[in-house]
């Protein structure tokens, strides 16, 4: 009757502590001697190396009363075994050294408000400090951001605080006030200062929802009690930009759009209203070299304003 051949294990089923009894009984000969290095009753090193036997099919041992001798399988593996040892001892003084490497990726994310305006500008600088970070910029609204941030996607988002969200570091890096944009020749270009509720009856030009500053602007509306005639909405600021140069509406942005406003008038709104910007991380997240540089950074961009 012909016998059924074993089928081959599947997978790794054995862990590191069965591979040091092994080598500790093929360095000393012997499994009391094995045992008392290993620090373990015999018993129990008998167990872990039945249980790394059973796992690779076959005896590793000779076993006599006299001797201890390694079988010709236990002979050709006990140099790797060896080698996996001596690369698990080492390994947390490599993760201590990539940890403290200034490299690798960083995934950074920001709202469509800061990034052309803010970010943009300070990247030039940033990667020709840290050219061997390897720097990728994603643009989303806030709720996409605290997604892939929680989802591991994004090391860092840039946005408008606060978030409402457990589990996140949130850090705020300056405020900025944000101003009423009209068309140069519009009545109130000249003013120097403007109650919103003196643009009651105008076209109001927004971002479209999903867009963090489309809210703070339409709260900055309610406080004021100012009434607009219509809204209308769109995807970025540089059409807005447009429609107010063409006489279309006016809108509410930040100051740091202020350079691409051109044939726009910018005019300070009192009382003064503002918006906060920071960024924010996982919590549990593992704070990298290549992090800690580019946060340090941003503080450094913020100051300087």
Not at 85 to 100: F, G, H, K
Not at 230 to 251: K, M, N, P, W, Y
């Amino acid at each position: 009757m012909a016998t059924k051949e074993k089928p081959a294990p599947k997978g790794r089923n054995f862990d590191l502590r069965q591979l040091e009894c092994f080598c500790a009984i093929a360095r000393t000969g012997s499994f009391t001697a094995a045992a008392e290095e290993m620090g373990i009753a015999q018993p129990s090193l008998s167990e872990q190396l039945g249980k790394l036997e059973a796992a690779l099919g076959a005896a590793l041992f000779e076993r006599s009363n006299r001797r201890v001798s390694l079988t010709p399988l236990g002979a050709a593996l006990l140099p790797k075994a060896r080698a996996l040892i001596e690369e698990a001892d080492a390994l947390p003084q490599y993760a201590r050294s990539v940890c403290d490497e200034l490299g690798g990726a960083l995934r950074v994310g920001a709202i469509p408000t800061i990034l052309p305006y803010f970010l943009a500008p300070a990247l030039k600088t940033f990667t020709n400090r840290y050219p061997e970070i390897d720097l990728h910029l994603r643009e989303a609204t806030t709720a996409e951001l605290v997604k892939q941030i929680q989802d591991g996607v994004l090391d860092l988002a840039l946005l408008s605080l606060p978030v409402d969200d457990a589990g996140l570091v949130m850090a705020e890096l300056f405020r900025e006030p944000l101003h009423l944009a009209v068309p140069m020749n519009h009545p109130l270009a000249a003013e120097a200062k403007i109650q919103l509720r003196r643009v009651s009856g105008e076209r109001l030009l927004l971002l479209k929802d999903g867009h963090c500053l489309r809210e703070e602007a339409l709260t900055a509306c309610d406080r004021a009690r100012a009434r607009f005639n219509a809204r209308f909405e769109a995807d970025q600021f540089a059409t807005i930009f447009e429609l107010i140069r063409s006489g279309f509406g006016v809108s509410i942005v930040p100051e740091m759009a202020r350079g691409y406003a051109d044939g726009c008038r910018l005019v300070t709104i009192t009382p003064t209203v503002t918006r906060s910007i920071g960024y924010i991380r996982l919590e549990k997240r593992y704070v990298t070299k290549a992090l800690e540089a580019f946060t340090a950074y941003l503080r450094e961009v913020a100051k300087a304003r």
